[in-house]
T-cell receptor
Framework: ETGVTQSPTHLIKTRGQQVTLRCSSQ?????VSWYQQALGQGPQFIFQ???????GRGNFPPRFSGLQFPNYSSELNVNALELDDSALYLC????????????FGPGTRLTVL | RKEVEQDPGPFNVPEGATVAFNCTYS??????FFWYRQDCRKEPKLLMS???SGNEDGRFTAQLNRASQYISLLIRDSKLSDSATYLC?????????????FGSGTRLQVQP
């Protein structure tokens, strides 16, 4: 196990609703990245947080937003859910220095109806 | 053209076989390379980082070819438990952040 935890495991929402996903990073890791993985695709980078600041963003609209807390845990918020937002949302943590290796949590499977 | 490309497979091989996957990347500023393994409906798990000189971990060997911009993964003596999707991932220095760009994965099915 990587020590990265995510909640909830599964979630069902309807179009237009809002959702908050949570992630606790591995001990000693202060960088958290969020990815969206659609069926049959590789994970797509949403954004990254380092020391509570957004540290880069992928090609996702502003309705995808996030936070990082002083304990390095993180939230991903998605507003105005669309059907295409149905995916596995993965959180990955990495150490502050050196390696770019990232370690993933088990993910949250979001279904938008 | 996708930034990171992989043959989706599936690669169907018998137990004990040797199988190799390639992954090409388009950004010449890429600096870090990884192979992840992903089981069905699970998260990607880091299999190995790929170093410039190539590296080996048991039955697994990873190689990097910067000139041709590809990385490879060789699996020797395949086991049934190696059946999974193998994702390559690349980090590019010019993005200014440690985000990974993934390929779509190559599916391996090892058969008895």
């Amino acid at each position: 196990e990587t020590g990265v935890t995510q909640s909830p495991t599964h979630l069902i929402k309807t179009r237009g609703q809002q959702v908050t996903l949570r992630c606790s990073s591995q001990s000693g890791h202060n960088t958290v990245s969020w990815y969206q993985q659609a069926l049959g695709q590789g994970p797509q980078f949403i954004f990254q947080y380092y020391r509570e600041e957004e540290n880069g963003r992928g090609n996702f609209p502003p309705r995808f937003s996030g936070l990082q807390f002083p304990n390095y845990s993180s939230e991903l918020n998605v507003n105005a859910l669309e059907l295409d937002d149905s995916a596995l949302y993965l959180c990955a943590s990495s150490p502050s220095t050196g390696s770019n290796e990232q370690f993933f949590g088990p993910g949250t499977r979001l279904t938008v109806l | 053209r996708k930034e990171v490309e992989q043959d989706p497979g599936p690669f169907n091989v018998p137990e004990g076989a040797t199988v190799a996957f390639n992954c090409t990347y388009s950004n010449s500023a890429s600096q870090s390379f990884f192979w992840y393994r992903q089981d069905c409906r699970k998260e990607p798990k880091l299999l190995m980082s790929v170093y410039s000189s190539g590296n080996e971990d048991g039955r697994f060997t990873a190689q990097l070819n910067r000139a041709s911009q590809y990385i490879s993964l060789l699996i020797r003596d395949s086991k049934l438990s190696d059946s999974a999707t193998y994702l390559c991932a690349v980090n590019s220095l010019d993005t200014g952040r440690r985000a990974l760009t993934f390929g779509s994965g190559t599916r391996l099915q090892v058969q008895p």
